[in-house]
């Protein structure tokens, strides 16, 4: 555990004791009642915080989870007398079930679509309830052994199991956001396509996310069950219920420990005080006052309260959502990057008649070429060559028509991108793509996450890699403050943190000056030394006769040529396809 | 019972679905218009519906009284008379609300804005159905004339045992809906403002370069997608009672009609919703009454997640 969390910990545990300290004095059931409440949806907010607020995937169906939960307690106990102490237990593992059921599929999309795809669920189940017959379940009474059913004569008591679920929670959520799977899912949030290419397995991340979130909404609606004694489809599964976990959550404070908790701090004691004054005269009161709230929140403060003080307070730091400390040790060495090449066979990767068409256009056209292990390898071609997907058919991110990749003896076919980046084959971007609300070393250290263990040796790994590319003193910054000189070196720290052994690079030198070419260059040779193959795609003809040991041409998305830099600047094919006539006048 | 019995079942509940349908397809097509040109989920589309519905029952409730305005047309003409109402409301929120979070200033917040919009309008619809039950109280009402009441009978067929009843005020109201669709369609397609809206759906950035004011064209498909919903819901006031909650479970029927026709598409959305109205129609016929919805957000869901692009729209990266 590191320092963050166990600071999160300590003041977790100070709010609890503060709490129940405040109930003790209070002797008032109504007010006993919201400070029972209070947690329970400071949970709810944690709970959709945990999936949506880090992943940046919206859901509007957190009422799904938290119903089923209710239902399991209140028709356990009505129907076969089960105890909640038990049933609740049962309703978080439903709750984590039920999460994992609703992620298989619908994290097949992305944004509006999951969104919307998310509000069905509880819908659905609510119509599925009502039909059951189960308009009204109310919890009997156990008039013998109260305890034993979660029956207390003193509401301190109700108080006290709220606040313990709530640090329970709260410090599940720290635990998690101060490890892999909270700076995971922040890089699934920034962009999804460039934490998958780096070795991220997004899908795997998701349904951890939602299976714990869940859990975690399960026990919320399990316990509120037990509170309110009465269990209807339209209080558990209702729409009010996904938006109010929404609702305190980006009030807060999206994506932090304290948001959600701030949020229903603030909004539930409103809305409970101001239903008992009004709800005469104005029965949708509490309503009202949530949607207000969130129109201010998303005008005045879109990521909610906690991240517009945090700017007010320290505006230059932009928005930096790292979770770790941020520097990064200047004597790791960079030999540890270096390429563990076990067998002796001397081909790398060899592709056979790849082919990919869109529509009518052939962008790989029965491609077949192999790369040599340690060597460094240029692509070039006409715009519209097929290059890029080339790449992307390599990683994964595009899927072939037909033909094979094998790389150290292995298919890549029907790979994940993650996993081919598991094996071993990085990639950078010919249009960069960093985390950009993310320091420097925590976007490296997601690539490296790949092959380490734990933290320590993943900042190990990042460490070595930015230091190779020249970045160490700009560590602590976040991407967003990145020159596209920069960017690109970082791209490539996080492709090298992965430790591969191979580096496809796009287009890394495109509109760069001389200087920055040449530090870029020298860069390159030193990946080479450590023993790592790179196939590079580049324009600069200039630069790459200087630097490959081979090129390949590719035009209309087949082979054209190949061979050494002095053969194909002869080759009369890649003259007439690509270099043109002038190459040959000027430059011999 | 018999098989010319189950027949005339299914007859009747096609013809009922397919009058229905033109009314969801009417709302599709105002909340799709939305999608469309400024590529925002509106979560409130249901209460835009509800404020349709409630504006046809006061201005009945007001004016139906004087001779002048009794007729059986005039449910009608109210409801077409919500459009422009609920229209110049849409186009007040937009340039209140809306406008903070899509447009060209969502370009720079995080995921194009889309976690702003989604929630912002998500807030819209809390305040407008709660605000709701406020101001026009939690008792269902209607707004029905002899019209709701009287049937046509298409029949006696197959040897007089089978009979259609078709509703007088539903098959007026789908006419209407259908009328109003096509004009839409001919307003989108034929006119200098229709393809300005069309051309900053396809590319704000380059529409804005040609000139077109694409601020002030979001703010008219917004109006536009509200009031034509509106009318949608107007058209509905005169079949069923209604109460301001009524907007949560349509607003999952219309995303189910527009998500069939493909997001975007008028076309598709008009189908879309016409096919969502049979299948609600029909399927009463085998499963009880509560889980006629439940069926529509399974098929919504089912749907979603294996052809999210629909069938009738243009393609559009869904995953």
Known sequence: MNTAARKDLTQIGLFGLVYVVIALLISNSYYQLIMTIVPIWAVMGLSWNLLSGYSGLISFGHAAFFGLGAYLVALCLSVWNLSPWFTIVLATITGGISGLLVGLPTFR??????????????????????????QEV?????????????????????????????????????????????????????????????????LYWKLV??????????????????????????????????????????????????????????????????????????PGIQGVIYGVAIIAVILFAPEGILWKLRSLRNPEQGRLLASFASVSSADSDEEILACRNGDSDPEIMAVA?????????????????????????????????????????????????????IFQGQSLLKKRPSKICAMGVARTFQVAKPFAHLSILDNVVLGAYVHSKNEDEARRYASAAIKLVGLLEKSAEPASNL??????????ARALASRPSLILVDEILAGLDSAAMANVLDVLR?????????????????????????????????????????EIVRDERVIEAYLGKKWLLDGK | MDGLQHLENFLQSLVAGLLMGSMYGLMCVGLTIIFGVMRVINFAQGEFMMLGMYFAYF???????????????????????????????????????????????????????????????LGIALVLQ??????????????????????????????????VFVNQAQTVSAILAVAVVVIFGLLMSRTRLGKSLRASADNPDAATYMGINVDRCHRVAFGFGVGITAIGGGLLASNAPFQPYIGTEYVIIMYAGVVLGGLGSIRGAFLGGLTIGVLQQVSAIILPNQLQNTIIFVCFLIIILFRPQGFFGRKERTA
């Open chain 1, 526 to 566: 030193k990946v080479q030394v450590l023993g790592i193959t790179i196939v590079i795609i580049e324009h600069s003809m200039q630069a790459m006769v200087q630097l490959v040991d081979r090129f390949i041409v590719l035009d209309h998305g087949a082979l054209l040529a190949e061979g050494s830099p002095d």
């Open chain 2, 130 to 163: 709660n605000g709701g039950l406020f101001f026009f109280g939690s008792t269902p009402v209607s707004v029905s004339n002899e019209l709701s009441y009287s049937a046509w009978e298409w029949g006696p067929m197959v040897g007089d045992r089978v009979s």
């Open chain 1, 138 to 202: 109310a919890l009997p009474m156990n008039r013998e052994a109260p305890l034993a059913y979660m029956q207390f004569e003193n509401p301190f008591f109700y108080v006290l199991i709220a606040v313990i679920l709530l640090m329970l929670v709260m410090a599940i959520t720290s635990m998690l956001s101060h490890s892999r799977f909270g700076l995971s899912l922040l890089a699934i949030k920034l962009d999804e396509d460039a934490a998958e290419a780096a070795g991220i397995n997004t």
């Open chain 1, 483 to 492: 020159t596209s000189f920069e960017l690109r070196l970082m791209e490539l």
């Open chain 1, 109 to 134: 999309l992305r944004g509006h679509y999951f969104a919307l795809a998310m509000l069905a669920y509880p819908l659905a189940l609510l119509y599925i309830f009502e039909w059951l017959g189960y």
């Open chain 1, 209 to 282: 996310a939602i299976a714990v979130s869940g859990a975690i909404a399960g026990a919320a609606g399990g316990f509120y069950a037990v509170v309110l004694l009465i269990v209807t489809p339209l209080a558990v599964f209702g729409m009010l219920v996904s938006a109010q976990a929404l609702i305190f959550a980006m009030f807060g404070g999206v994506g932090t420990l304290w948001g959600p908790v701030l949020g229903a701090f603030i909004l539930v004691p409103l809305s409970e005080i101001l239903y008992a004054r009004y709800a005469a005269d104005f």
């Open chain 1, 353 to 405: 008649n790849l082919s990919k068409a869109y529509g009518g256009l052939m962008a790989a056209n029965d491609l077949s070429l192999s790369v040599k292990k340690g060597e460094l390898l240029g692509i070039i071609g006409p715009n519209g060559a097929g290059k890029t997907t080339l790449f992307n058919l390599l990683n994964g991110f595009v899927k072939p028509d037909s033909g094979n990749v």
């Open chain 2, 59 to 121: 201005c009945f409730a007001w004016l139906g009284s004087y001779a002048f305005f009794g007729g059986v047309w005039f449910p009608f003409m109210l409801a077409l008379l919500a459009g422009p109402a609920l229209f110049l409301v849409g186009v007040i929120l937009h340039r209140l609300l809306i406008n903070a979070v899509t447009g060209h200033r969502a370009s720079g917040l995080e995921a194009e804005g889309h976690y702003a919009q989604l929630v912002l309008t």
